[in-house]
């Protein structure tokens, strides 16, 4: 009676130590956050506290599940042990998620497990995060006697799970914050960067009909809610401007720059796309969607081909401009926002506020401030420059050496009329130096329409030559101004069409009071 009772003291006593192991392993792995640090806690409370010989824990690396850490007896050997998960008693219970003791009688099935019990040893084996997450196994050999303290490891093995899961997420927290952090400095570099570049291609233009333009850009940087209507022919440079605008905007430089072309989309994926959608809110969205209105706060929002816009997304969208904020599609919460919004037309939408396609008050609201781009038929001083631009920067990018232009070259691409304005005249440069084989840009080598040349080509040819105009990276020596050239020009034209001022405005591409003008300015 008396060995009874003290084999139940002796017992409570073993409970009330490994309880009070439990206690502390759970404050250590509290305090962990890296899974080495728990599982070092773990091994050592089984080896300690549990009185195993060996203990270890085993992970899936690279399809196959290999000791991480192994503490105790043969603890050199177990961190070498590799099985696969069909292997043995060990992938059984790998692939089962169920606890398992293993008793000497079972030793023949496994020669792994039998090369490492001894007489009267138990094994037991208890998955980690169970048969779904399988986040590794821990493994014990503790003495046939101590096998009823198996409900004790697997608390212990509770706490490693909980611990393990706590230290994914903290290293996936991590992760995401300095993958944002590198991210927010990479979109810092991009937007310097194209806010530089941006600014660098927009001051090309010397012709005087772009300085209104270049006066309203500079007014409506100084204010950053104010809207902004660009109108123009399709390939004027809208999309450039609407650009400048936003990185010569101090307020917004710093947020986004998004675009959405309203003639591409359905009306239903294009209310889709500016104003998001919640999850279920339609038969496909299987998630909540932010749109573009939400992603351009504090940034910009161009919206080009907007006369394009159905009457019903006008009608949200105005009241997302009077009021500052909206509802996802399917919701049913308002979400501020701070924006400027920069739309885009190539059509006349006083006709089209006439005809019933485009809202009036929408129109109004938009019409704040307008700038309206002209073609590049009506500003002739822009094509050389635009065109010697051009050519610099596709003989980088191609890795060709091009020069410049020959002048007869010059003579033909001033004679156009590029009813795809600027986005046409970059296409032409490009495919010349593609397809030219000299060092100097000839006619040869572009593609121009026939119907658009002002004169047939032979005419233009026999017209007094100019001096090959060269790339800014080629120049060695200093180049004439452009009124010098166009000066030049307009007198060899003059002489050559005998100083009839009708054939020779023709010939130029300009109107006869502009001629007239120029004639009076230059002396000519």
Same mark, same amino acid.
């Given at each position: 009676?008396?060995?009874?009772?003290?084999?139940?003291?002796?017992?409570?006593?073993?409970?009330?130590?490994?309880?009070?192991?439990?206690?502390?392993?759970?404050?250590?792995?509290?305090?962990?956050?890296?899974?080495?640090?728990?599982?070092?806690?773990?091994?050592?409370?089984?080896?300690?506290?549990?009185?195993?010989?060996?203990?270890?824990?085993?992970?899936?690396?690279?399809?196959?599940?290999?000791?991480?850490?192994?503490?105790?007896?043969?603890?050199?050997?177990?961190?070498?042990?590799?099985?696969?998960?069909?292997?043995?008693?060990?992938?059984?219970?790998?692939?089962?998620?169920?606890?398992?003791?293993?008793?000497?009688?079972?030793?023949?099935?496994?020669?792994?497990?039998?090369?490492?019990?001894?007489?009267?040893?138990?094994?037991?084996?208890?998955?980690?995060?169970?048969?779904?997450?399988?986040?590794?196994?821990?493994?014990?050999?503790?003495?046939?006697?101590?096998?009823?303290?198996?409900?004790?490891?697997?608390?212990?093995?509770?706490?490693?799970?909980?611990?393990?899961?706590?230290?994914?997420?903290?290293?996936?927290?991590?992760?995401?914050?300095?993958?944002?952090?590198?991210?927010?400095?990479?979109?810092?570099?991009?937007?310097?960067?194209?806010?530089?570049?941006?600014?660098?291609?927009?001051?090309?233009?010397?012709?005087?009909?772009?300085?209104?333009?270049?006066?309203?850009?500079?007014?409506?940087?100084?204010?950053?809610?104010?809207?902004?209507?660009?109108?123009?022919?399709?390939?004027?440079?809208?999309? *450039?401007?609407?650009?400048?605008?936003?990185?010569?905007?101090?307020?917004?430089?710093?947020?986004?720059?998004?675009?959405?072309?309203?003639?591409?989309?359905?009306?239903?994926?294009?209310?889709?796309?500016?104003?998001?959608?919640?999850?279920?809110?339609?038969?496909?969205?299987?998630?909540?969607?932010?749109?573009?209105?939400?992603?351009?706060?504090?940034?910009?929002?161009?919206?080009?081909?907007?006369?394009?816009?159905?009457?019903?997304?006008?009608?949200?969208?105005?009241?997302?401009?009077?009021?500052?904020?909206?509802?996802?599609?399917?919701?049913?919460?308002?979400?501020?926002?701070?924006?400027?919004?920069?739309?885009?037309?190539?059509?006349?939408?006083?006709?089209?506020?006439?005809?019933?396609?485009?809202?009036?008050?929408?129109?109004?609201?938009?019409?704040?401030?307008?700038?309206?781009?002209?073609?590049?038929?009506?500003?002739?001083?822009?094509?050389?420059? *635009?065109?010697?631009?051009?050519?610099?920067?596709?003989?980088?990018?191609?890795?060709?050496?091009?020069?410049?232009?020959?002048?007869?070259?010059?003579?033909?691409?001033?004679?156009?009329?590029?009813?795809?304005?600027?986005?046409? *005249?970059?296409?032409?440069?490009?495919?010349?130096?593609?397809?030219?084989?000299?060092?100097?840009?000839?006619?040869?080598?572009?593609?121009?329409?026939?119907?658009?040349?002002?004169?047939?080509?032979?005419?233009?040819?026999?017209?007094?030559?100019?001096?090959?105009?060269?790339?800014?990276?080629?120049?060695?020596?200093?180049?004439?101004?452009?009124?010098?050239?166009?000066?030049?020009?307009?007198?060899?034209?003059?002489?050559?069409?005998?100083?009839?001022?009708?054939?020779?405005?023709?010939?130029?591409?300009?109107?006869?009071?502009?001629?007239?003008?120029?004639?009076?300015?230059?002396?000519?």
């Amino acid at each position: 009676m008396a060995e009874k009772k003290e084999l139940l003291q002796l017992t409570e006593s073993r409970e009330n130590i490994q309880l009070a192991a439990i206690q502390e392993v759970s404050e250590a792995i509290a305090s962990k956050l890296s899974i080495a640090e728990i599982l070092e806690v773990i091994t050592k409370a089984a080896v300690i506290t549990f009185e195993a010989s060996s203990a270890w824990v085993m992970m899936k690396e690279a399809e196959k599940i290999r000791t991480v850490i192994a503490r105790g007896r043969d603890s050199h050997t177990l961190k070498e042990l590799i099985i696969h998960s069909d292997q043995g008693i060990l992938g059984e219970v790998w692939n089962n998620g169920k606890v398992e003791i293993i008793i000497p009688g079972r030793m023949n099935r496994d020669e792994i497990i039998a090369s490492l019990l001894e007489e009267r040893e138990s094994l037991i084996l208890i998955p980690l995060g169970g048969r779904e997450k399988k986040l590794g196994m821990l493994a014990c050999i503790v003495p046939q006697k101590l096998a009823v303290s198996m409900r004790f490891l697997i608390t212990l093995a509770g706490q490693a799970t909980l611990g393990i899961e706590k230290a994914r997420l903290s290293r996936s927290l991590a992760d995401k914050t300095s993958e944002n952090v590198k991210l927010l400095k990479k979109v810092n570099l991009f937007n310097e960067g194209k806010a530089r570049q941006i600014k660098q291609d927009f001051y090309w233009s010397n012709s005087p009909a772009m300085g209104t333009v270049y006066h309203l850009v500079e007014r409506v940087n100084l204010s950053p809610s104010t809207p902004v209507l660009l109108g123009g022919e399709t390939g004027t440079g809208k999309e *450039l401007i609407a650009n400048y605008i936003h990185y010569g905007t101090q307020e917004r430089e710093k947020g986004s720059f998004l675009e959405l072309n309203c003639a591409s989309l359905s009306e239903n994926l294009l209310e889709s796309e500016l104003f998001g959608h919640e999850k279920g809110a339609f038969t496909d969205a299987k998630e909540t969607k932010k749109g573009l209105l939400e992603l351009a706060n504090q940034g910009t929002l161009f919206l080009d081909e907007i006369g394009d816009m159905s009457l019903r997304v006008q009608a949200r969208l105005l009241r997302v401009l009077e009021n500052m904020n909206f509802r996802r599609v399917g919701g049913i919460k308002d979400i501020q926002v701070e924006f400027r919004l920069v739309a885009a037309t190539n059509k006349d939408l006083e006709i089209e506020v006439e005809r019933g396609n485009f809202r009036r008050d929408l129109f109004h609201r938009l019409k704040v401030i307008c700038i309206d781009i002209p073609p590049l038929r009506e500003r002739k001083d822009d094509i050389i420059p *635009l065109a010697k631009f051009f050519l610099e920067k596709f003989t980088l990018r191609l890795r060709r050496v091009i020069t410049g232009l020959s002048p007869l070259t010059a003579k033909i691409l001033i004679a156009y009329d590029y009813p795809g304005n600027i986005r046409e *005249l970059k296409n032409i440069i490009e495919r010349g130096v593609i397809m030219e084989t000299d060092s100097i840009l000839h006619p040869e080598s572009l593609t121009l329409s026939s119907t658009f040349l002002k004169e047939p080509i032979d005419l233009i040819a026999s017209l007094p030559s100019l001096p090959a105009l060269k790339s800014p990276s080629s120049e060695s020596n200093q180049l004439p101004t452009l009124k010098q050239v166009e000066k030049e020009h307009i007198k060899r034209s003059l002489d050559y069409t005998g100083r009839n001022k009708t054939r020779t405005s023709k010939l130029l591409g300009i109107s006869y009071p502009t001629l007239d003008k120029k004639i009076k300015d230059y002396n000519l």
